[in-house]
């Protein structure tokens, strides 16, 4: 009797720290998914910028600095390693596309052209894409971190081999809070 | 109240909700075996073994029943790209797998979730709906629709409508009984005190009236609840509240009304006047708008 009750203790503990174990595993997964989600939203929109860029120089030949803000900011972001750097370069990429838009404003023929019109679609519904990623990535960081940190999870994140996980932070606090970036 | 609140209070309600109903069915078979004897242990299994079998049956097969019930026809993206561009964005917002998209052709402004798990999901609107609706208030309405799926709200409604099911198919049989006179156990057994057995008749009878009410009051907690689910998904309130503007100030209706398939829409089909709140399947849409309202102003 004495012998059951100890094994049923030791089952007990033994699948509470499976349970424990494999929640840190799956939430370290989950981020890394994110962060690969987030990986090719942005590779997404740097594949548009060549397109857009070429299509409003065809009705707007002198905004050359604007031109250029956008084509650096674009090799910054597709040369950019690690979280802070991608972040940072996603940040100055998103800004830059604006001042392309609002050059845009200014030329009736070429908001009006279809080709035009569909590529902007194509980039608003891609920002929000990226939004959206970033979002859901900070969102399973908060959960990663919050396990690491507290008890009794935190008691087997070495164990497990997760670490607090970084958070994907643009240079600019508004994009975070506004995931809807109109144009 | 924030979203993450809101999403805690309604998940405790519906489990309470839930409990309700276990109590509701425990009360049915004690108030059966009072009136009518051990004898009617068999029926009880029997009508719970009825209303498991219909509602797992349509639970399993839920995308393609409700498609057929609601006349619903599938669609590819090519067929509506800039839909597909926002369904697509919700998926990377919530980590769901993308849903199979389904239009109903109907002027009435609407849409519906289904799906037995994220995997098998399938979410439905109305050609009204595609037209009436901007940007913004389409992605709340989609962000509305995932939430039912990643709340798997139509298994909590299956389990909702089988105890509901099973109270309504056993207190009919039992009544049936009474008729053919079901009583005779109960004088073998020496009769008993007469008010139990006046109380077990009144139970047996309000019964089924008392399960529908709780399977409405669980789909109302549910709508709430994919509301503030939705505000997870795209931290816009905005949208969505917006969106029940127009379906709030759309007068037209879908147009098959059964109420078979009511609680499955973002609005009720029914018209709101003909039904009364405890039956309802949704909170009033000025309360829901009120609601995000509150969570706008949190910014």
Same mark, same amino acid.
């Given at each position: ?40 939203? /942005? ?141 | ?128 709906? /595609? ?20 709340? #798997? ?34 004088? #073998? ?111």
């Amino acid at each position: 009797m004495k012998t059951i009750l100890v094994l049923g203790v030791i089952a007990l503990i033994a699948v509470f720290i499976i349970a424990q174990y494999n929640r840190l595993v799956r939430l370290n997964i989950t981020v890394d998914e994110a962060w690969s989600q987030i990986e090719v939203q /942005l590779k997404r929109r740097a594949d548009l910028i060549p397109n857009l860029v070429e299509t409003v120089k065809g009705y707007a030949k002198h905004e050359q600095s604007t031109f250029d803000a956008v084509v650096t900011a674009r090799a910054k972001a597709t040369s950019a390693t690690g979280i802070a750097e991608t972040a940072a370069a996603d940040g100055m990429l998103t800004q830059a596309l604006r001042g392309l838009l609002a050059v845009a404003e200014a030329y009736p023929d070429l908001k009006a052209s279809t080709n035009f019109l569909s590529l902007q679609e194509e980039l608003s519904t891609t920002e929000n894409k990226v939004s959206f990623s970033r979002q859901f990535y900070n969102d399973n960081v908060r959960s990663l971190n919050t396990a690491v940190k507290t008890i009794p999870s935190s008691l087997f994140a070495s164990l497990a081999k997760v670490t607090e996980r970084e958070f994907y932070e643009v240079e600019n606090p508004q994009d975070r809070n506004v995931p809807n970036v109109k144009f | 109240m924030n979203f993450r609140t809101m999403q805690a209070a309604n998940r405790r309600k519906t489990i309470g909700l839930l409990i309700g109903m276990g109590v509701l069915v425990w009360v049915v078979v004690y108030a059966a075996l009072t009136y009518f004897g051990s004898s009617t242990a068999g029926i009880v299994s029997i009508a719970v073994g009825i209303a498991l079998v219909s509602v797992w049956g349509s639970y399993y097969g839920s995308d393609k029943l409700v498609l057929t019930m609601t006349g619903a026809k599938l669609i590819q993206e090519s067929d509506n790209p800039k839909l597909f561009d926002l369904i697509h964005e919700i998926t990377i917002a919530s980590g769901l797998p993308m849903p199979k998209v389904a239009i109903v052709v109907d002027s009435a402004p609407n849409a519906f979730a289904t799906g037995r798990n994220p995997e098998h999901a399938l979410i439905a609107f109305t050609t009204g709906i /595609l037209d009436a609706m901007d940007r913004d208030q389409l992605q709340g309405v989609i962000a509305h629709e995932m939430a039912h799926v990643a709340n #798997r709200d139509t298994l909590v409604s299956a389990v909702a409508a089988t105890t509901a099911g099973a109270i309504a198919i056993l207190s009919d049989m039992l009544t049936r009984m009474m008729w053919f006179g079901g009583g005779r156990d109960r004088n #073998r057994e020496g009769g008993g005190n007469p008010l139990a057995l006046v109380v077990s008749l009144v139970i047996l009878i309000l019964a089924p009236l008392a399960a529908m009410m709780l399977k409405s009051a669980i789909s109302r907690k549910r709508e709430s609840l994919a509301d503030a689910t939705a505000v997870a998904f795209t931290r816009n309130p905005a949208g969505l509240r917006s969106a029940l503007e127009v379906l709030a100030a759309d007068s037209t209706v879908v147009q098959q009304r059964s109420t078979a398939v009511a609680h499955i829409w973002i609005e009720s089909p029914l018209d709101a006047k003909s039904v009364s709140k405890l039956f309802s399947t949704h909170p009033p849409i000025a309360e829901r708008i009120a609601v995000l309202k509150s969570m706008e102003s949190l910014g």
